[in-house]
Every structure is written in structure tokens, then in C-alpha cells.
């Protein structure tokens, strides 16, 4: 396999990301991941957008988009990453954990002092994340199962930063909130 180039996605990669989005979530739930991509783009809550190419075709795309830490001094502005979209049949080579560890590096470099997601600790788990309840996060949803409520910790991140994560609107409007 020709090796995986994260990039940042342009203006011309929309059309190509909401498709992979769509695949990658599957006909029940993709439409609306699709729209949770440009709902949280349109309220200006995307602080970054990558796509993993392999020989100049998009095969994948992660969002991180802004929330914040309902922490007892202030509100804390984080980042959620969320949605993780790898075409099907580019599951299994890498493309995910790519898209992972360039995530991370581009909240590292925007100065987030948490990032948070939901998803499978069997697959992120390895790959650096930790169950956030055990960091001091509360899920901003009971319909979020423990388990899947993870978080990475970056070094802006200080002692007194705990509390509930409190998704941006878009997560609401389109129920985008807790693992189907």
C-alpha cells in the first residue's frame, strides 16, 4: 500500500469528505454524521478538518470542533474529535490510527488542553486515549456508556480543569450525542 498522507482538507474536499463520512457511518446513521460535519463547520465550531489520502484519493476525515469544560473556577474550551470517518474498505491499514495521532498533534499545536471523544477503548485505548471519567470529565450525556467517554490530555491542561464536558449545539440539534 502507497503510504497515508494526512493533510489539511481545502474548500475542494467537502463533496468528497461528506461522502466518506456517509460511507464510513453506514446508510442509517451516515446521512446525519454528514450533516453534523457541515452543521458544526456552518456555526464556526471546527477548529480542524484533516483528510488521509493514499495515492491522491481522500479515504478518511477527522473533525476536531470546540466545546467546553464546565470547570468550577471558568468554562475551559476543549476539543472534541468527532467524527473519525475511514472508508470501508480502507478499514484495517492504518488509516484511522493516522488520522488519530495527526489529530492529536493539531490540537497539541492549537493549544487545547483536552481533547475528548466517544468511541471503542479497544481501539482507541491502545493508541493513547484514557476513559475520561477517571481524569475528572463528566459525560455531557447519560446516553454516553462510561466506557466509550475518553479523553487525551495535552500539556495545557491544569489540575483545577475537571468537570462536565458540554458539547456545542450542533451535537444537540442533530442528536449526534451518545454511541447507537
Known amino acids: 500500500m502507497a503510504p497515508v498522507d494526512v493533510r489539511p482538507a481545502t474548500a475542494a474536499d467537502v463533496d468528497t469528505v461528506l461522502a466518506v463520512v456517509a460511507e464510513a457511518f453506514g446508510p442509517e446513521e451516515g446521512p446525519t454524521v454528514a450533516r453534523l460535519v457541515e452543521a458544526l463547520a456552518e ?6 478538518s484533516l483528510v488521509a489520502e493514499v495515492d491522491g484519493q481522500v479515504v478518511g476525515h477527522v473533525q476536531l470542533s470546540r466545546s467546553w469544560v464546565d470547570a468550577a473556577r471558568e468554562l475551559v474550551e476543549v476539543l472534541v474529535l468527532s467524527p473519525l ?3 470501508p474498505a480502507w478499514h484495517g491499514r492504518g488509516i ?5 495521532t495527526a489529530a492529536v498533534a493539531e490540537a497539541r499545536r492549537l493549544g487545547a488542553p483536552v481533547v475528548f471523544l466517544e468511541g471503542d477503548p479497544a481501539f482507541y485505548g491502545p493508541r493513547g486515549w484514557a476513559p475520561a471519567g477517571t481524569l475528572g470529565f463528566t459525560r455531557p450525556s447519560v446516553r454516553i456508556p462510561e466506557a466509550a467517554f475518553q479523553a487525551v490530555v495535552l500539556e495545557g491542561r491544569e489540575d483545577w480543569m475537571t468537570g462536565a464536558l458540554v458539547y456545542c449545539d450542533p451535537f444537540w440539534a442533530l442528536d449526534c450525542v451518545g454511541l447507537r
Open 96 to 100: 484511522g490510527t493516522a488520522l488519530l
Open 85 to 87: 470517518s475511514v472508508a
Open 43 to 48: 456555526a464556526h465550531h471546527v477548529r480542524a
